[in-house]
């Protein structure tokens, strides 16, 4: 029998830890490569899923956060801090719990999903709402790591990229190659930065033959890399990637030039409608964030940039749960029935 040992153990030899480090893991990491009918369908090509809302606490942060909190640990941290729009808080927050550390979360204000801010809270982090947004939170977490002794565990923590880049050799050990095109969310930028490392480090030592073109979607209204300047006033119902200045905004330049790809924007209306194909018609339930890799991906099929034939690899970042109003708004209000099979019958239109 062999159960997944999470990222650091998997992947030990490609990522910086001592021997004798410790290893703080909730077993992240080897989540499903899910094949995609109706977008394969729709697009002429093989398109999977990488479905980071099945990682423990729900998001692709668990990959760099197993690896910045086993840092802070060996470093002999007793606090860690980060600012988030929620999943990075759920998941440092957690990640505290195993190595028995304090976890301070900045996150806007207002801002973050319900579920998100449940799982800080039950985690039993210190919850600072800052008037201001993502880029405000960031900013003053920096300013109390240089100041304070905490650990800042955002992206801008080398580990965490690397923990991340974890998901790219997941996806070509289980395709045999790198796909064509891959596709994500960008926010903060650390995400493309990680994969483009991993398909890079791959790519370089035979593990893999050839790199994807990186394709990267921000929402229109949060969209500083696609316009070529920060957005003062980010706006997008995908909170998640509501940031107008990504800290790793070259590295993101960088993994779309060096890999002949690109970043794009996808509106609010595009991201919904994609984030409701994903649940009614492949069965994965995601949330809005996550979605604006797909929504990227059906824009560029209608403006005709992609080819058939081609393999691509979408990654969808978060789980739905965490931010299930988008799911209930606007859908019809479930009917009471008396325990009746006859009247739920014909409620269901069996009868
Ligand atoms: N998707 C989800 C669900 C996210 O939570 C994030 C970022 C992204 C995509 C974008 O990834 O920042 O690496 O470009 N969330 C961060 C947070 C900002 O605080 O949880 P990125």
Known sequence: THQWRGIIEEYRDRLPVAADAPV????EGGTPLVPAQLLSERTGCDVYLKVEGANPTGSFKDRGMTMAISQAKQEGAQAVICASTGNTSASAAAYAVRAGMV?????PQGKIALGKMGQALVHGSRILQVDGNFDDCLELARALSEKYPVALVNSVNPARIEGQKTAAFEIVDALGDAPDVHILPVGNAGNITAYW???REY???????????????QASGSAPIVNGAPVRHPQTIATAIRIG?????QYAVAARDESGGLIEAV????????YRLLAAKEGVFVEPASAASVAGLLKAADEGKVDPGQRIVCTVTGNGLKDPDWAVAGAPQPVTVPVDADAAASQLGLA
């Open 197 to 199: 490392k991993g398909y």
């Open 267 to 274: 509106t609010d209306r595009q991201i919904l409608s994609a």
């Open 203 to 217: 790519a370089a030592d035979g593990a893999a033959t050839r790199k994807p073109r990186m394709w990267g979607f």
């Open 24 to 27: 703080v893991t909730l077993l």
């Open 245 to 249: 200045n990504p800290a790793s905004w």
């Open 103 to 107: 976890c301070a979360v900045l996150v």
